[in-house]
């Protein structure tokens, strides 16, 4: 496999689909009315859990591109305040934040200047392979729980 498909396969990853729902399949047309409600048996709510991969991503973005970048603190600095958003607005707006940065992430992967596999001058010796696997395993398990509250509140 060349290294161009190995970035177009990551990309696909990132994406979903294939194995795993996509991001828009799980928002798309979600009874935003119900977002804050947490299903019986179940810890977050819809509001929870898309700010959480949201917030999530970001870091995980901006980590691979920049040293000065510092993580929120965790575990209170990766979910969101309140289990509701304040607007409707709120919940379009971390859509759309999170295709952005999810463009921004896979432009990233495409760049050729990017080494793969070199590790970052910062951090403990990830890489920008093993940041972009751990976008997609992260958002791929979130997404599974956001549909599985999405079919709760059906």
Sequence with gaps: MSHKQLREQL????????????????????????????????????WELLEHMRI??????????????????????????????????????????FLDDRTVFERLVRDEAQDLYKPFPWGQGQTLLREALLVADHNAYHLGQLMLVRRALE
Excluded at 13 to 29: C, E, M
Excluded at 67 to 96: K, L
């Design 56 to 97: 999530a991503q970001k870091d995980i973005l901006e980590f691979s591109r920049a040293a000065e970048y510092v993580s929120p603190d965790w575990p209170e600095g990766y979910w969101p305040a309140a289990a509701a958003p304040a607007r409707e607005s709120d919940w379009h707006g971390s859509v759309q934040s």
């Design 11 to 46: 990309v696909d990853l990132l994406r979903g689909g294939n194995a795993h729902v996509t991001f828009g399949a799980a928002v798309d047309r979600f009874p935003i009315e119900k977002a804050c409600i947490r299903p019986d048996g179940m810890l977050h709510s819809a």
